[in-house]
């Protein structure tokens, strides 16, 4: 888009205002108040292992590697590991030998001056390297996450960063890896920062045609691209938002529940699942009451998994609170397996098919669109006969959900079922290398949510007040700005510079 913007004044005027009066406000607090601060912290795990890693961040880095270097040692070149003896600044005591690292910022992790000590990981080592470093006097412990903040003040992360490479860390399996990487890349806060930098263009223009159109000093037109930019920023952002959860559901493990009949054998089948004997199993019907919950890598996916209490009707007190819970989690659950004792099925082929989807209706409770499985298990009870009918009838399986045949006690059809659970929770995750780059948290899902209806108080006042339209645009900029935390005056004069050659 192109302005004529007659006089310099008059575009100088608009720039100030902007900036004084309209500014969002930097969402980041300023910066850290401890900078200025030397910090300190084990950086690699505790307890007792062959290698451990000591940060320092702050101006005194290099004083407190000097200082645990003692002056016989040379200072080491940026970057480049040297072995070096560790020596107590003051007993001058050597208390270990390792490799050390000097970062001078800003090209480092906190974008400060940073050092690293690779000591041996026995617990008085660390310690004593820790005193050591405690004793200077310009030195203190960093508390939780401060590197990380630090990084984030400086601009070497954003808050989407920042929290992809807490997932990072915190990763357990491999989908996780990956999308956490993904993100901790930078690639979900490049496509908030697009989204952001295209907002502020709008505002911007829709603010100059506020200022400027009186006076014709506006190109026609101008707030018909805004109205077009705007309608395909909220596609794209309801295009991310609609993505099932996929994103959000590999960071924090898809929740399935295992449900059906008492004595099916669904105990049997979390054990088998996790490997372990987790849930008591026994010829007793109503055997588990509570929910039984263990958590497993399925083919690279986190699952949560939960077996429950059979379900039947019951005059226990217990048992009625237990089955309450098994039908919670098969309501709450991303994806359910119920469980039948095949060895219970007609034998007869062709009413096969209506009693599992009898069994299926008891289990769900009218909640058509759940996803599910049906593991039809105890095959080793069936004739070869009796196989063979329910095999037939589950090909012309008809609208009933996928199902496998198995037995959890000769582990027949266990590896069968495992590849069609792996491609159910590969579904409902998604790969988190295709396409474009997940949404991974409610936070962020709360703030997109938020800008898309602030972009909708663009188009309700976009005609009456276009003043109140633009506090739409601003809002939902606010709204994104949340999720990365950069959303600075700077930002938006850098568009309005651009935009409108001021000043060149
Ligand atoms: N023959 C055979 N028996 C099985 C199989 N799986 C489980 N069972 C037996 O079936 C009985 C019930 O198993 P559970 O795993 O306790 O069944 P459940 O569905 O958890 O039962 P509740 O918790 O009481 O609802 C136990 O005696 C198991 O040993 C199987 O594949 N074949
Ligand atoms: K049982
Ligand atoms: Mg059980």
Sequence with gaps: MNYVIGEMRRASTFLTRTLRSRTIKRLTNGGPDSAGETIFALSSGQGKCGVAVIRVSGPASALALRSLTGPRQSFPTPRKAFLRSII???????????????????????????AELHIHGGPAVISGVLEALGSLSSLRPAEAGEFTRRAFHAGKLDLTEVEGLGDLIHAETEAQRRQALRQMAGDLGRLYHDWSQRLTRCLAHVEAFIDFSEDELIEDGVLNQVDESLSQLVREIEGHLSDERKGERLRSGVQVVIAGATNAGKSSLLNLLCQRPAAIVSPVAGTTRDVVETCVDIGGFPILLSDTAGLRDTQDTVEIEGVRRARERVQQADLALVVVDSSKLPRDPRHVAASLGG???????????????????????????????????????????QACLLSCHTDSGVNGFLSVLKNSVQILCGDPLVGGPSLTQARHRAHLLECVRSLAQYRQYRDLDLALAAEGVRLALIGLGRITGRVGAEEILDIIFRDFCIGK
Excluded: Y
Aim: charged letters at 25%; aromatic letters at 4%.
């Design 88 to 114: 107590h600044p003051h007993s001058e005591e050597m208390l270990d030998r390792g490799l050390v690292l000097w970062f001078p910022g800003p090209r480092s992790f906190t974008g400060e001056d940073c």
């Design 359 to 401: 069994q299926l209706g008891e289990v769900l409770s009218g909640q058509a669109s759940q996803r599910c499985l049906l593991v039809l298990n105890k095959s080793d009870l069936l004739s070869e006969e009796q196989s063979r009918g329910i095999q037939s009838a589950l090909r012309e399986r008809g609208d009933l959900p």
